[in-house]
C-alpha cells in the first residue's frame, strides 16, 4: 500500500471517527511475562505506556470512538481498557476482519472513517480495508508495507499517542484539549 504525503495523511486523519487497534506490540511493547500464583494458576502481566493511555482517554473526550481487537485474552488488559473509556474491547479473536464489520454496522462509522493500528500478521486483513492503516515502527516488515502510515515512535513506546496527537491536531482540536491544562 502507498505511503500517504503529509497533506495526505492529515486528510485521512481528519476524516477518523473509530480509532481501532491491536493491544500486544501496539499498545504494549508486545513482551507479555507469566508466572504462576501460589495456587498454580497462570498470571499474565503487560506494561501499557501512561503517555499512550491517557491519550486515549482524550481522543474519546474529543468525540472519536476507540477499540481494541485482540487474538490474546487478558482479564487485565480487559480491566485497563474499560479504565481507558474504549467503547469496543474484543479479546482472544483473531478473525480480526468479522470484528472490524461488527463493530462498523454497531458504530454506524464507515471503513473510510476507520483508522486501524495493527503490529503483526493477524493485523493485515484489517489494515487492508481501513482508510487510514497505521503500523508501528517495531511493526513487522509485511505490516509496514501495507500501512499507509509508519510511526516513529514503536509500540508501547508513544507510538498510539503520537497516532492521537496526530488525529486531533487534523481534526484541529489540540489547541482545544491544551486549554485543559492551563
Given at each position: 500500500m502507498p505511503k500517504l504525503s503529509r497533506n495526505q495523511l492529515r486528510k485521512a486523519a481528519k476524516?477518523?471517527?473509530?480509532?481501532?487497534?491491536?493491544?500486544?506490540?501496539?499498545?504494549?511493547?508486545?513482551?507479555?511475562?507469566?508466572?504462576?500464583d501460589s495456587a498454580g494458576g497462570l498470571v499474565e502481566f503487560k506494561g501499557m505506556h501512561s503517555q499512550d493511555s491517557i491519550s486515549l482517554t482524550w481522543l474519546t473526550q474529543m468525540g472519536v470512538k476507540t477499540g481494541f481487537i485482540s487474538g490474546r485474552?487478558?482479564?487485565g488488559t480487559q480491566k485497563r481498557l474499560e479504565m481507558l473509556q474504549a467503547a469496543y474491547?474484543?479479546?482472544g479473536r483473531l478473525?480480526?476482519?468479522?470484528?472490524?464489520?461488527?463493530?462498523?454496522?454497531?458504530?454506524?462509522v464507515s471503513l473510510r472513517d476507520t483508522l486501524y493500528m495493527g503490529d503483526d500478521l493477524p493485523d493485515l486483513p484489517v489494515l487492508r480495508r481501513v482508510g487510514l492503516a497505521v503500523a508501528p515502527a517495531n511493526a513487522r516488515?509485511?505490516?509496514k508495507a501495507a500501512a499507509h502510515w509508519v510511526t516513529k515512535a514503536f509500540g508501547g513506546a508513544g507510538a498510539v499517542r503520537e497516532v492521537v496527537?496526530?488525529?486531533?491536531?487534523?481534526?484541529e482540536r489540540w489547541e482545544e484539549l491544551l486549554a485543559h491544562f492551563d
Open positions: 476524516r477518523v471517527k473509530l480509532a481501532l487497534m491491536d493491544v500486544d506490540g501496539v499498545l504494549t511493547n508486545g513482551l507479555i511475562y507469566h508466572f504462576v485474552q487478558s482479564a474491547i474484543y479479546q478473525d480480526k476482519v468479522a470484528v472490524l464489520e461488527e463493530i462498523g454496522r454497531a458504530s454506524g516488515p509485511e505490516v496527537e496526530t488525529l486531533l491536531r487534523a481534526q
